[in-house]
């Protein structure tokens, strides 16, 4: 009999072998495969795409989008499960396996990679391939991947990023740079590098664009948060807040943006981003908070005022609009995974909700028959619906179910301890804690692990928006899940959105419907 050991050590040998064949080529050949025996089993002509549009929910897996969905219809006074997001009502659905090369559960970086490039890598690479050495610069040398904003570029089509969470952040990263690691997001973070080099970091990256790309006019439109990645480390250089910002270059890349391309315009608040004259507008920068943007519920209470994910989208594609040569636009709700790592379902559903109104607001801007847009996920997170509550029970309420005749009781269920339990909850995090209304989630992670086992919640209201339900697993970070993510899609191309395809088979549909090589 194999002791644990051996069992060990032959599961890595076996493993080896099916590593070494996956090479960023093959990554790239199969996704390119699955697309065209899909277009065979279709046994028809593909439309050809103007447009596309890319929506990631960041986290937002399945169970987000069901407990999202009921919250929805909850606040418009309904029962809530009948309820459907916009994007629920795609022609096309599939889903996507989200693994990195070298993790189970993945991470931003890798996932984005793999359907802004069409090949997977491991995890925190920002659009090179799996060869890179985590933080190690010189690795870098011959192993950046393409991607389709640089594609789109190159072929005279306008592009845009939108986010709530920092431009420079991994998701909107991996469109437009490249780099060892996910972090590097201004000349100041080379802490966790273990060869920083020569790169350069991801905000520079953003502003120089064209310089890398001199084929391209660089980005027409970056929105989003991360102010202080732009800024010198100086006093006051932050306009808001005051502080320094994180450059150790001395730099202000804003003030560069405006310089380097013509009819700019660069923005750090709601009255600002108002006031930009779209028509008179070929380069949009927006920069409405030094980190990430707030979460939407939040967004009313910011100093300086911040546009919604739904207004950003707007200018955005009217921006973008005005190329006859089409555009491709990726639009993030970035915070829906900051809000499950602070196990906080309340903030993360809110987010997902605006995000399903920034894809109907897409939608009815755009022409059908020019478009393709996908709404997905990079990943999801460890939160589950769960217990048998009764029909139209709050979804952040707690667990209140039905009697022996079908009929809902009157009092919350009890678990084997005598005390009640939540709909939502989470495996892992930072346990159970009430934070004050006006804090942000993110507050949970500065605070002491709560490992204090069962919490009584029968006097709590588990519906206020500082509530952060109880977890199973007490550590600092609650963890991204790793099953698979549901995938939407309607317009030109989205006929090849279906069953259960790996993640960078998206960037090759993508592709397929712009006939990038046509144009």
Request: negative net charge.
């Amino acid at each position: 009999m194999f002791s644990r050991l051996s069992l060990a050590i032959a599961s890595t040998l076996i493993a080896l072998p099916l590593f070494a064949q996956e090479t960023p080529q093959k990554w790239f050949d199969e996704g390119h495969d699955a697309v065209q025996k899909r277009l065979v089993h279709l046994n028809q002509t593909p439309r050809r795409a103007k447009n596309v549009i890319l929506f990631i929910g960041d986290g937002m897996g399945v169970s987000t989008v069901t407990a999202a969905r009921i919250l929805a219809g909850q606040l418009a006074g309904n029962t809530g499960e009948e309820n459907e997001l916009y994007f629920e009502n795609f022609p096309n659905v599939a889903f996507s396996k989200t693994y990195n090369v070298n993790q189970q559960t993945p991470d931003s970086a890798g996932t984005m990679t793999a359907m802004a490039t069409g090949v997977k890598t491991n995890a925190a690479l920002i659009s090179v391939n799996q060869y890179v050495s985590l933080g190690d610069c010189r690795s870098m040398q011959g192993n950046s991947l393409p991607t389709l904003l640089e594609m789109a570029e190159n072929k005279g089509m306008s592009t845009g990023i939108v986010t709530t969470a920092r431009i420079t952040h991994a998701t909107p990263a991996a469109n437009y740079a490249h780099s060892m690691h996910r972090n590097f997001e201004d000349d100041g973070d080379t802490a966790a590098m273990s060869d920083p080099g020569n790169c350069i970091d991801i905000a520079r990256q953003l502003v120089e664009f064209s310089v890398h790309n001199p084929d391209s006019d660089g980005l027409e439109v970056a929105l989003g948060g991360g102010r202080l990645n732009f800024l010198p480390k100086a006093e006051g250089a932050d306009p808001e807040e005051g502080v320094p910002g994180e450059r150790l270059d001395g730099r202000d890349l804003s003030a560069e943006w405006l310089k380097r391309y013509p009819h700019a315009a660069y923005v750090w608040n709601k009255a600002q981003f108002d006031a930009v004259d779209i028509g008179k507008t070929e380069h949009l920068l927006g920069l409405f908070d030094g980190s990430h943007m707030e979460y939407e519920l939040d967004r009313p209470r910011d100093t300086g005022g911040e546009p919604s994910l739904s207004e950003m989208t707007v200018a955005a594609i009217r921006l973008l609009e005005k190329n006859p040569k089409g555009y491709y636009l990726n639009v993030e709700a970035g915070r829906i995974d900051h809000a499950h790592h602070a196990t906080n379902p309340q903030r993360a559903l809110l987010d997902t909700i605006e995000l399903a109104k920034a894809v109907k607001t897409a939608y009815e801007m755009t022409d059908p028959n020019e478009t393709l847009i996908i709404v997905t996920a990079d990943h999801s997170h460890v939160m589950t619906v769960a217990g048998y509550p009764t029909r139209g029970n709050p979804i952040l309420g707690k667990v209140i179910g039905n009697d022996a005749h079908g009929a809902p009781k009157h009092k919350p269920e009890l678990a084997g301890d005598g005390l009640p339990y939540t709909t939502l909850g989470y495996i892992n995090g930072p346990g159970h804690r009430v934070l004050e209304d006006f804090e942000s989630a993110d507050a949970i992670l500065t605070k002491p692990l709560n490992k204090s086992g069962r919490a009584d919640l029968t006097n709590v209201d588990t519906t206020a928006p500082g509530f952060h339900p109880e977890t199973l697993v007490a550590i600092g970070n609650e963890t991204h899940g790793g099953e698979d993510v549901a995938v939407y899609a309607t317009g030109p191309g989205a006929e090849l959105v279906s069953g259960l395809m790996e993640q960078n088979v998206i960037f090759h549909i993508m592709t397929n419907a712009l006939q990038l090589e046509q144009r």
